[in-house]
């Protein structure tokens, strides 16, 4: 009888799968927040779910397979299942139809950045429980980082039209959030307990263009939906700010004297692809490698602490040998900080897949070998520099064994980690969230290890 009564009483529940991007992240926030507004339970788990929404990636190969996977893994479980996310945008065969010819049963599709589609079709099949319990969810909505970070996304959609990226034709053109409301998530963020915002969106310095850098209000003050504007609100916040997917665009130079005034984090995340001038042209991609070298001196002239993260293709359609050496000079030069580095997968739908020359699969690799084992020496410099000093960094885990922290040059997830041990003195141990001041005494290319000092 009491299960009964318990039963009747339970809120509907739904089943959660996020996969992909921090973009994607924000996305399955939003629909999480939602879901809890309306009062449905939520859980990260198949059991007790009367309904799971999977939200997919469809960027590349394995994360289309990644997210079929998980399709069939929750039909297998549960059997009623709405699916959300990038693959879903994919048009024809390549996405919304493979999935519906692979899992018929499926409740529904949509593309990315869809609350209100999913939340239809959820209510459809499993109704809104009548009561929900509104004030238990807090201003800042749900959120799927550890609490004291968390991503900020500032708009949706992209207007290059790289030649290796499909990201445009799944996610459409630039479209930004206006100012006021970013900031007053970021506040409420902040508010929560949040000590590191990550600004993402798909081209972040683009900010605002499509809105013509439309005025909004701040807290009643008028503030252009603007890159700079949003850089100098944001580091009013007094909490850690990271800059991530920054094309190089000129105005981006303006931000960085606030990085060396402390605003925001010295850091900046900003794709590269290549440095040949002719590859550039051939990925539609701006500026040249000789103008990113002057600007990169110019940034660290301003702000000597900066920390430039980049990606690079290695083997993109027609690359010569003398192309890659001017690639691989240019790392020499710019001696980066963080490097990522991606053969060129021809993705589906990629107008660079009809490109002449392809490189062949093995030529690609070796000069993403080449060009990582160069990175690595840089890297592995880059952190020796930092022996011997001290500096403050962001606790992400604890345990009795040690502390796993992270500097200011290390966004999560991609960057490097702050290794130290846990001091025996009870009163001394700090816990996630906390910051605390690190004397660096050892590293590899990718982290560093210190003790508190
Ligand atoms: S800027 Fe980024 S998202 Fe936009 S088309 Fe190029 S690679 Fe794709």
Redesign the pocket.
Known sequence: MQDDTFSAKRPPSVGFVSLGCPKALVDSERILTQLKVEGYNVSASYEGADLIVVNTCGFIDSAVQESLDAIGEAMHANGKVIVTGCLGAKNGNEGKDMITKLHPKVLAVTGPHATEEVMQAVHIHLPKPHDPFIDLVPDHGVKLTPKHYAYLKISEG?N???TF?I??SMRGDLVSRPIGEVIREAESLKKAGVKELLVVS??TSAYGVDLKYRTDFVNGRPVKTQFQQLAEELGELGIWVRMHYV?PYPHVDRVVPLMAEGKILPYLDIPFQHSHPDVLKRMKRPASGERNIERIRAWRNTCPDITLRSTFITGFPGETEDEFKHLLDFIEEAQLDRVGVFAYSPVDGAVANALDNPVPEEVKEERRARLMALQEKISLSRNEAKLGKVMQVLVDETDEEGIVARSKADAPEIDGNVFIPMPENQTQQPKPGDFINVLIDDCDEHDLWGRIA
């Open positions: 992209c290059h039209r790289c990226c990201i445009p798909q081209d094309y």
